[in-house]
């Protein structure tokens, strides 16, 4: 596609539910990020991939947390038991290729998550 | 601890005047500092890229400084547009490889352009 594309744009849930969120790369982009952005803070690594390689988990913040990638392509993030604190906009980013630096990150524009 | 303070933490201004955004950084060692322009509701864009030898760089309205040795920089915009109404975000590389959390994200100026 012509940008990274994320699914839904705002999500609404009960504490204690899980949520899915997806995340559909640039075509041909090998690297996917997710982040995540609380009210007030500056963006929070989650978890990144890079092509068929193991992905790097460090940022997830608790084992409530995990993603995967399908096919090198589509991701979903997946959140089980929410907890009101998990209440934030989850931000994916894709890139060519592994990069650090951030030099050709293209950002989603996020989905709003809202734990009641 | 590497760190990324932006301030002000918000500003308003009037259309057509100029503002200045501060970035104050503690990351070791140093790769490179972005900032990113993040409208509300969308994800971040890049404004602009500077590595440690450069002092300046612009992208129209937008000239960012860096000055390594103070580990500081600003985003000066001039002439300012209802359109710059937006989070302006501070990101600092750190150069060591590792995991993605290298990138370290300020947590942004709030600018407010008024008619």
């Known amino acids: 596609g012509a940008g990274v594309s994320q699914s839904p744009s705002n999500k609404v849930t009960e504490k204690g539910k899980d949520v899915e969120l997806r995340c559909d790369p640039i075509?041909?982009?090998?690297?996917l990020y997710w982040y995540r952005q609380s009210l007030g803070q500056g963006l929070e690594f989650l978890i990144y991939?890079?092509?068929?390689?193991?992905?790097?988990k460090s940022g997830l913040p608790s084992d409530r947390f995990s993603a995967e990638r399908t096919g090198g392509s589509v991701s979903t993030l997946t959140i089980q038991r929410t907890q009101q604190e998990d209440s934030a906009v989850y931000l994916c980013?894709?890139?060519?290729?592994?990069?650090?630096?951030?030099?050709?990150?293209?950002f989603g524009s996020g989905t709003r998550l809202t734990v009641v | 601890k590497n760190q990324v303070e932006q301030s002000p933490q918000s500003l308003i201004i009037l259309e057509g005047k100029n503002c200045t955004l501060q970035?104050?950084?503690?990351?070791?060692?140093?790769?490179?500092l972005r900032w990113y322009k993040q409208d509300t509701g969308r994800g971040p864009v890049s404004l602009t890229i500077?590595?440690?030898?450069?002092n300046t760089k612009s992208n129209g309205r937008y000239t960012a400084t860096l000055d390594a040795d103070t580990k500081q920089s600003s985003l000066h915009i001039t002439a300012s547009q209802l359109s710059d109404s937006a989070s302006y975000i501070c990101?600092?590389?750190?150069?060591?490889?590792?995991?993605?959390?290298?990138?370290?994200f300020g947590k942004g100026t709030k600018l407010s352009v008024k008619p």
């Open positions: 500077m590595t440690f030898s450069e």
């Open positions: 990101v600092v590389s750190a150069g060591y490889g590792g995991s993605q959390g290298n990138l370290i």
């Open positions: 991939f890079q092509g068929n390689s193991a992905p790097d």
């Open positions: 980013a894709s890139s060519l290729a592994l990069d650090r630096a951030g030099h050709g990150y293209t």
């Open positions: 970035c104050n950084y503690t990351v070791s060692p140093f790769s490179n």
């Open positions: 075509s041909g982009h090998t690297a």
